[in-house]
């Protein structure tokens, strides 16, 4: 039987939960530190736009990797599918696993490389 982690994404998306209610924690205990840093003796506003950029930019990166995470935990779900079926002799291997995961892509494009030799 092969053995893999197969919540690996859903982990790391715990994880990133956790460590962004951390953070949010940390940011509310030292709102007046922020403040007095970025906001109050700023004598011009690029400061305040160059880390408003920086932010909206991780935040924009953390939602892509989470959907990102989404995508290969529904691809981690469907490669278990296909050992699960593998490992139960099952005919054909693909039975409920989505047409459009690698897995099952991959399996097909192993098939048409057998029969054409």
Not at 56 to 73: D, E, P
Request: charged letters at 20%; proline letters at 2%; glycine letters at 4%.
């Amino acid at each position: 039987m092969i053995n893999f982690q197969s919540n690996f994404s859903r982990s790391v998306i715990f994880r990133m939960i956790v460590a962004s209610i951390a953070l949010v924690i940390l940011l509310l205990l030292s709102r007046n530190f922020i403040y007095d840093f970025y906001l109050r003796d700023q004598l011009t506003p690029t400061g305040i736009v160059i880390n408003g950029g920086i932010i909206l930019l991780f935040l924009t990166s953390m939602v892509v990797l989470i959907f990102n995470l989404l995508r290969y935990a529904h691809e981690e779900t469907m490669l278990m599918r296909f050992v699960r079926n593998l490992d139960e002799e099952r005919s054909p291997l693909t039975a409920g696993v989505d047409t459009d995961s690698i897995i099952h892509q991959r399996y097909d494009s192993i098939l048409e490389i057998s029969r054409q030799s």
